[in-house]
């Protein structure tokens, strides 16, 4: 059973483009949902992370909007730079028992110049 | 401060060899976990120790397959007679006990040939 759905599984953006990566969750128990950015052969990395009590959070070019009713989470990611070309997987973990992370499958972004 | 460390970074083993893998969480941080990442797919918990305590071993196969984190030393993940289907990438993910964020080493790519 898959908690964490993610699409596309691969995008292609062109330079200065916006690039929107989609997540939906079927545990309503989830209460924290990050993003992690993983480049070959590298270990994720946490880019930015929500809580359900806000619809939206930005960070420099990065901006996670969430949609509790509809128990989906999305990423943007403004002026999108070859330098951002990665994996980026969505992930979701409740607020209690161990914390573990569900993570979605992941999706490539190639940012093309 | 150094981040969370993990080696080796590549073992290969062969089909019935034991693999053990280490993970040394960043500093001051009790809570480890481990994932695993099939080639194309996102990560799947396994298991989340504290110091000298196994807490959730809910993702972890049945055999062959165990992990500690003594009160000295790294945590370990131990499979013994490996598979071909053991191969994937391993992380160890470490946090606080007062936080959800959890911070990924580069991980243990294992080839079992």
């Known amino acids: 059973q898959q908690q964490v759905k993610q699409s596309p599984q691969s995008l292609i953006v062109q330079k200065g483009g916006i690039s929107i990566i989609n997540c939906a969750y079927e545990n309503t128990a989830f209460d924290y949902f990050p993003w992690y950015q993983q480049f070959p052969g590298k270990g994720p990395a946490l880019l930015i992370a929500i809580r359900p009590d806000v619809s939206e959070k930005k960070e420099g070019r990065f901006t996670i909007s969430f949609n509790k009713s509809a128990k989906q989470f999305s990423l943007h990611i403004m002026d999108s730079q070859p330098g951002d070309s990665a994996t980026y997987f969505c992930?979701?973990?409740?607020?209690?028992?161990?914390?573990?992370?569900?993570f979605g499958k992941g999706t490539k972004l190639s940012v093309i110049p | 401060n150094a981040g969370v460390m993990q080696n080796p970074r590549h073992l290969v083993r062969r089909r019935g060899q034991e693999a053990r893998l280490r993970c040394s969480p960043m500093k001051g941080h009790s809570h480890v976990y481990w994932y695993r990442q099939l080639p194309e797919e996102g990560l799947k918990f396994m298991v989340y120790l504290q110091k000298e305590n196994i807490i959730d071993e809910s993702g972890m196969p049945k055999e062959r397959f165990s992990a500690e984190f003594p009160k000295e030393g790294p945590s370990i993940l131990r499979i013994q007679q490996v598979v071909r289907g053991d191969s994937a990438a391993y992380f160890c993910a470490s946090r606080t006990g007062g936080d959800n964020e959890q911070f990924f080493g580069p991980g243990t790519r294992l080839t079992v040939l």
């Open positions: 992930a979701a973990t409740a607020g209690a028992g161990s914390y573990q992370l569900t």
